[in-house]
């Protein structure tokens, strides 16, 4: 098992940045694949970006494409998700999941068994 805890989330005006981290325990880290979603105020949540477990690989939602960099680091068991220029529609909670049964960064909820608790982004207009 492995339990995540988001942090890094905030206030920030549209074009500015943000990094979110998410921090896992366990042992085994390095043998999940790690996703980035997020959940607005009345709406799904949905996919933001992914990576696989070397960090050799990596997906991204076509909303998110060239703005947002996902990244990991093994050795300090933890993921970033570098946010550049924000729009207010990036406002929403964000979650970070893991799943140990695919080896490839996936876009598929289904297939992330582990979440965190989430952290608040808002991107004022």
């Known amino acids: 098992q492995v339990q995540l805890v988001e942090s890094g989330g905030g206030l920030v005006q549209a074009g500015g940045s943000l990094r979110l981290s998410c921090a896992a325990s366990g042992r085994t880290f390095s043998s999940y694949v790690l996703g980035w979603f997020r959940q607005a105020p009345g709406k799904e949540r949905e996919f933001v970006a992914a990576?696989?477990?070397?960090?050799?690989?990596?997906y991204y939602a076509d909303s998110v494409k060239g703005r947002f960099t996902i990244s990991r680091d093994n050795a300090k068991n933890t993921i970033y998700l570098q946010m550049n220029s924000l729009k207010p529609e990036d406002t929403a909670v964000y979650y970070c999941?893991?799943?140990?049964?695919?080896?490839?960064?996936?876009?598929?909820?289904?297939?992330?068994?582990?979440w965190g608790q989430g952290t608040q982004v808002t991107v004022s207009p």
């Open positions: 990576i696989s477990r070397s960090g050799g690989s990596t």
């Open positions: 999941a893991a799943t140990a049964r695919t080896m490839i960064p996936s876009p598929s909820r289904n297939l992330y068994d582990y």
